[in-house]
């Protein structure tokens, strides 16, 4: 067959990315075309009673604007035609759109300190385990649902007839084709959708007091939805490529790419900002076992994802920002690996999801307090306080491994780690050495290749998503970790039982 050409345009919490995929026969390839740096940005404003209240936005305009550049590098350093363009984002976020147009306001960051006592406000209006038994997600600060009520409770009075809510992926889809759909594995995820229908459910919607007709369309991945605007088109120099619904959920489109070969055998972790951990099963799990451990299920390419959200590299991400602070320069990478490789191990453990850790205002603040509240031993050395998060880490993946054979009645023999974080191999190591069982990481940039697969789907490049399994293996190196002291793990083990649990 002649050449396929697609576009993966892929926003994570910290950065985005453009990549140019070709199927050509039985061969694939990708390359990355343009890549830069963003982060939420606090504001303070007074706001009607007059107390100052911090605000953290998302700049969508520059996300907007490095989309073009994206396309602008694809057409300069690949082909002048593309077949199809898709998008993927975070999990969270998103704006209305009014029916002339116009953006309602700024795109508020998921971590934005408004949402802090949503969760308790979502609670009052409809009982949780109703909210657990539609929707399977468990409750989150960042949900959509925290933030559709916040909205209807305190901004109701600015929304215009005829606005429609865009999510974050489908607010991109607006701005290159005026689209105004949303896909499945990102609406499985706001706690709204009906987890059996795949539909918004109308319970959710009218506890929370949000107009039915205020939500976009959901349709399946894989899905063609529109096509690129011809003044957009025509200003990179390009063809009206079609506008594909991927998993734009970037998790679903990362444990797609996930080079499985045992589903039931499994345990997937998309490793960066965020760590999610979880299984591929046929159906959401919605018994009171599952609730109580915080797993959700989200919706993927043809299956469910059972899993559980936990604060991956965003603690590492953060030290790093308060010593570039501290120092006025960049941190050495080199340096501050030999010193954690260096660091004496389990000198005290975290609970990466504790609060403290959320949004702090200094994260190693925040580390020093934990272990002093806990009485542990305050990290001495930089590399002692990024060895401390990365042992967390492993054993935050062991507790919910233990969690999800508990649940799903299958246990796991194998971890696939996909995303940024294949490249730690400190973490990947510490994976395999505090589960006990070995470890397969890559491909490095997981959310483009699932993205790039699920397009493929809906262009009949290839009948499913299974398809795409033989494929990614040979097309991406797959690094192994064996397990290694798992008797040292295994009684260390405990020891972070015990202090996570007080």
Not at 45 to 59: F, K, M, N, Q, V
Not at 200 to 224: K, R
Not at 382 to 388: E, I, N
Request: aromatic content about 10%; overall charge negative.
């Amino acid at each position: 067959m002649s050449a396929k050409r697609l576009l993966d345009i892929d926003f994570g919490a910290s950065g985005g990315k453009c990549f140019a995929g070709t199927f050509e026969g039985d061969k694939f390839e990708m390359q990355e075309v343009h890549r830069f740096a963003h982060e939420g940005v606090s504001f303070f404003a007074p706001d009607a009673s007059g107390e100052l209240t911090e605000r953290t936005y998302w700049d969508d305009i520059y996300l907007y604007d490095n989309i073009i550049k994206g396309l602008q590098a694809y057409r300069r350093d690949v082909a002048d035609t593309l077949d199809s363009i898709g998008i993927d984002t975070w999990g969270a976020d998103g704006q209305f759109v009014t029916a002339d147009g116009d953006i309602l306001g700024k795109v508020y960051c998921y971590r934005d300190h408004r949402l802090d006592d949503m969760i308790d406000q979502v609670k009052s209006k409809i009982d949780p385990k109703r909210v657990y038994e539609i929707t399977g997600i468990h409750f989150q600060p960042f949900n959509l649902s925290n933030q559709m009520l916040w909205f209807m409770q305190n901004r109701k009075g600015i929304l215009p007839a005829g606005a429609t809510y865009l999510p974050v992926p489908s607010l991109f889809y607006y701005y290159l084709g005026g689209i105004k759909k949303v896909d499945s594995s990102w609406a499985s995820v706001t706690q709204l959708m009906d987890a059996a229908t795949k539909q918004w459910s109308p319970e959710m919607l009218e506890a929370l007091g949000i107009p039915e007709d205020v939500m976009p369309e959901i349709v399946a991945p894989g899905t063609a939805v529109g096509e690129l605007l011809k003044p957009i088109a025509d200003m990179v120099d390009l063809n009206q490529a079609q506008l594909t619904a991927v998993g734009s959920h970037d998790t679903a489109s990362a444990f797609a790419a996930a080079p499985v070969e045992n589903v039931d055998e499994a345990l997937i972790i998309s490793s960066g900002t965020w760590s999610i951990i979880g299984k591929l099963v046929p159906e959401a799990i919605t018994n009171e076992a599952a609730m109580n451990y915080g797993l959700s299920n989200e919706g993927g390419i043809g299956n469910v994802r059972l899993l559980k959200n936990c604060m991956g590299t965003w603690l590492v991400q953060e030290l790093i920002r308060d010593w570039r602070v501290q120092d006025g320069k960049e941190t050495s990478w080199k340096d501050l690996d030999q010193e954690t490789v260096d660091a004496p191990a389990f000198t005290a453990f975290l609970d990466v999801d504790d609060a403290s850790f959320y949004n702090p205002s200094s994260m190693e603040e925040a580390v020093i307090e934990f272990c002093k509240k806990t009485g542990q031993e305050v990290p001495a050395t930089r590399g002692t306080f990024l060895r401390v998060v990365y042992e967390s880490l492993a054993m935050k993946y062991r507790m919910i491994k233990e969690q999800l054979k508990e649940v799903s009645g299958k246990d796991s023999k194998v971890v696939n780690i996909v995303g940024g974080g294949t490249k730690n191999i400190m973490l990947n190591q510490y994976t395999a050495d505090a589960l006990g069982i070995p470890v397969k990481a890559g491909p490095e940039e997981g959310t483009a290749v699932g993205n790039f697969m699920v397009q493929a789907v809906g262009l009949g490049i290839i009948p499913n998503i299974e398809a795409a399994q033989p494929i990614i293996k040979n097309s991406f190196p797959i690094t192994e970790y064996q397990p290694q002291d798992t008797a040292a793990w295994d009684k260390a083990y405990k020891r972070y039982l015990e202090v996570t649990a007080e």
